[in-house]
């Protein structure tokens, strides 16, 4: 099993930045992709940005250039620099961690809102 705990959404105004991070714990041997996906009432949950354990990064063509992903295999965190937001990044945002065997970990999920 794997548990992952995300910390560092809230609210912020268009233009501004978060930071989200996630921390995994348990069999986190097994995880090779991490990543972040979010999700807004209604809507199937989005791919936002994933990165391998070597380091190679995916972004959803609507954060390339405004968010950057990142990971620390040694402290096994994985975090999210969102900067230039804008109401549309507005979604509640899941961490995501996933086996070799495709396997699929969900953390609990962090609240974004972006509004004046």
């Known amino acids: 099993q794997v548990q992952l705990v995300e910390s560092g959404g809230g609210l912020a105004q268009p233009g501004g930045s978060l930071r989200l991070s996630c921390a995994a714990s348990g069999n986190i041997v097994s995880i090779n992709n991490m990543g972040w996906y979010r999700q807004t009432p209604g809507k199937q949950r989005e791919l936002v940005a994933t990165i391998t354990r070597g380091g190679t990064t995916n972004y959803a063509d609507s954060v390339k250039g405004r968010f950057t992903i990142s990971r620390d295999n040694a402290k096994n965190t994985v975090d999210l620099q969102m900067n230039s937001l804008n109401p549309e990044d507005t979604a509640v945002y899941y961490c995501?961690?996933?086996?070799?065997?495709?396997?699929?970990?969900w953390g609990q999920g962090t609240q974004v809102t972006v509004s004046s």
């Open positions: 995501n961690g996933k086996t070799v065997l495709n396997q699929n970990y």
